[in-house]
């Protein structure tokens, strides 16, 4: 079950790799938005997924931009 899950997440990321490439490329108005929605869903079922499959996951920590340093955002 969790390699079928992993499995999912890297489906998951490889197409939101392709879909941010495709970003820096030009394209129409209608072209972006429609690569942008997909964007978001691939996130959302990214974000889905890892909270069914990984309930108990530990807060991430981010790096602030004035500081530099990492705060814990829950």
Do not use: V
């Not at 489906?11 to 790799?17: C, E, F, T």
């Not at 997924?49 to 807060?59: D, M, R, T």
């Amino acid at each position: 079950m969790i390699d079928e899950n992993l499995a999912r997440l890297r489906a998951h990321r490889n197409n939101m790799h392709r879909y941010r490439s495709l970003l820096a490329t030009q394209l129409s108005d209608l072209e972006r938005a429609y690569i942008e929605r997909r964007l978001s869903e691939e996130k959302a079922s990214i974000e889905a997924l890892s909270q069914a499959a990984f309930p108990f996951s530990l807060p991430l920590r981010h790096a602030t931009a004035e500081t530099g340093q990492q705060d814990l955002h829950i």
